[in-house]
Nanobody, 124 residues
């Protein structure tokens, strides 16, 4: 599965951004998809994921109630709607796809596919 992410940018604290990730390749629509992020000097961490049918979602505690993940299976595209952004949300955000649902216990080395990162910068 190939992933193409877009939508990063710079926003002030309290603002909103939407990230998109388009998947292509064989069986792309049957993969769970998600987002991870990596801040400078830190390890890549789980942000949110959505099941291949779209009925199951998971969030990191740090983004719960602020971020929403969704997908349109017909377009093989997943979105991350980010509201009430904080400076600590500043990071490179990576789209991910895997046969299994992803969460905070998922090892990044076990994930099947990664998209290129997209930078999100939140200024105070």
């Amino acid at each position: 599965v190939q992933l193409q992410a877009s939508g990063g940018g710079m926003v002030q604290a309290g603002g909103s951004l939407r990230l998109s990730c388009a998947a292509s390749g064989r069986d792309a629509s049957s993969y769970a998809m998600g987002w991870f992020r990596q801040a400078p000097g830190k390890e890549r961490e789980f942000v949110a994921s959505i099941s291949w049918l779209g009925g199951g979602v998971k969030y990191a505690d740090s983004v719960k109630d602020r971020f929403t993940i969704s997908r349109i299976r017909a377009k093989n595209t997943v979105y991350l709607h980010m509201n009430s952004l904080k400076p600590e949300d500043t990071a490179v955000y990576y789209c991910a796809a895997d046969r299994n649902m992803m969460d905070t216990t998922t090892k990044v080395t076990d994930i099947a596919s990664w998209g290129q990162g997209t930078l999100v910068t939140v200024s105070s």
